[in-house]
């Protein structure tokens, strides 16, 4: 894949060169900026619902045998770093429960091996809420990355300042906006667990919040970690449904359903653009990993995807 | 590493900087990629062993066989079935000279986590099955409330029960029978369930209506855990079966 990548982006590069020297009025590339072969390429790795899978999935399961592992997805980490060190590592929530790990040790050993490999963000899906709200804020110290949400309003809970409505992260001069929303509580999570957490619709916040980021912040791409679920059957906000209403989101990293989507779904947003929808799976079984191209005034250029099986 | 490399799609449409600068996507290639298994972080590996330690001394325990591997589906499963079954046995074993009163047991199939092996069942593969701490709760309800039941049971394309029989017509449930004998609207019926779908969970909505309520106060874990230990103490092994408790009408 690397060489593919690679070669990809110097087949633009010629192509982009040979046809901004045609062009008038196209500032010149300067040699350092062809060079550098970071500046303009985003590597975006995802995760969603790893469900404390700890380890690979023993050699007797009979699905996912020897799959998944938090040493092995860091492992291929570490390859994709010394490809490219201008990373996003993302996770879509529920990070908490699915093995004894989380009985025995309450979720912090999840957010530790996270923040050792080095995640940026994550949103707080419904089975983080599992030992209670409270919990999450315990374990906190234990994670050096963010806990974004926008449409949980936790202001009468410990997670009030723990939990922020976006992120900006800028990549060698790539501004990103990350912002993150999750799936309706009640009925879903016992009250007891999520106790005064309020949830709010979704669609206008996350639509306000990245308006806020691509047009007041000045963001180059904007993404959405959400745990809302790729689609239903029964009428409920999912990704698939919601995807068609926004404006200014980029890509929508999804989770909750555990869908494998062996290719991010293209959709057309409201104002007739392109946004991305993905989602890999479960239990680190892949991980996902988008790389988007920037051009030299930053205008995003090409999405490349492809899922690591892991 | 080795990548096994396989392009599935690449479509080059370069409009360009020629056209417009508002022109975005210009191609899209994807590609799945199988990482090598063996290849670990060592850092993330050494940060796991210490908790590692403590995790298998306790989960590495067998405490069963099965004769094949128990895994959801839709309609009737064999995981449903022996989870129902299961929590049926030591529910009753539970309720001890009352054992009478239980009729049906109910769960959602997205309580049941992952799938178990077939082969040695570990205590691991029972946190794995049930990781949530949820607990046994016995509910009373009215035959309408049971109907209502019912028809949940079909709106969810079949799910795990135990105790009953029925048919899923249409979007309807019919020739419903509790413990053999058919189904009576005038009647109450004693159903065990989760404390998380007792209180509506998954809103099982009709469950928070229920006329009566037994805390058992015993994790479902728990429950599945001596089961599988009081079996293998009887030179018994799980096997899986599709016994046909729920039917699909054509």
Known sequence: MAEFNYQNRRDFLKYFVGTSAVLAGFPALSKEVLKS????????????????????????????????GF?????????IKKENDNILLLDAGDIFQGTPYFNLYSGELEYKLMSLMGYDATTIGNHDFDLGVDNMTKQMPHANFAFINCNYNFSNTSLHDKVVPYKLFDKQGIKIGVLGYGIELEGLVDKKMYKETQYQNPLEIANATAKLLKHDLGCDYVIALSHLGFSFTEKKISDSAMAPLTE???????????????????LMNKAGKEVYVTQVGWAGIWLGKLDVYFSYNKKKISHNSNNRKI | MKFQLKILFFSALISLYACSQKTSVTNISES??????????????????????????????????SEESLVKSDVESTLGNFFCD?????????????????????FNKG???????????????????????????????????????CSKIVEKGGIPIGGMRMTMKGTEATNISIKGKPFDETKEYWVVTSDYLANGGDNYT???????????????????ISYCEDITKLGQTIKPKLDGRIQLSK
């Open chain 1, 37 to 68: 072969k970071d500046l303009s390429h985003l590597t975006i790795l995802y995760t969603n619902d790893v469900h404390s899978r700890i380890e690979p999935f023993p050699s007797n399961d009979p699905k996912y045998a020897d799959k998944g």
């Open chain 1, 71 to 79: 040493a092995r997805r860091a492992a291929v980490i570490d390859e």
């Open chain 1, 248 to 266: 200014n989101i980029d890509l929508i990293i999804g989770g909750h359903t555990h869908t494998f989507l062996e290719h991010p779904v293209k």
């Open chain 2, 32 to 65: 799945h990629i199988v990482v090598n298994e063996n290849k670990i972080d060592s850092s993330v590996y050494k940060a796991i062993a210490p908790y590692k330690k403590t995790h298998d001394e306790q989960v590495n325990k067998i405490i069963a066989h």
């Open chain 2, 86 to 106: 299961a929590v049926i046995y030591e529910t009753k074993k539970l309720l001890g000279k009352d054992s009478a009163i239980l009729d049906v047991a109910i």
């Open chain 2, 111 to 149: 309580g049941l986590r992952n799938s178990l092996p077939k082969g040695n069942i570990t205590i691991g593969n029972v946190f794995e099955l049930m990781p949530f701490d949820n607990e046994v709760v016995l509910l009373k309800l009215s035959g309408i409330q049971f109907k209502d039941m």
């Open chain 2, 206 to 224: 009709f469950f928070k209506n229920a006329s009566d309520k037994k805390v058992m106060n015993v994790l479902l874990r728990n429950a599945i």
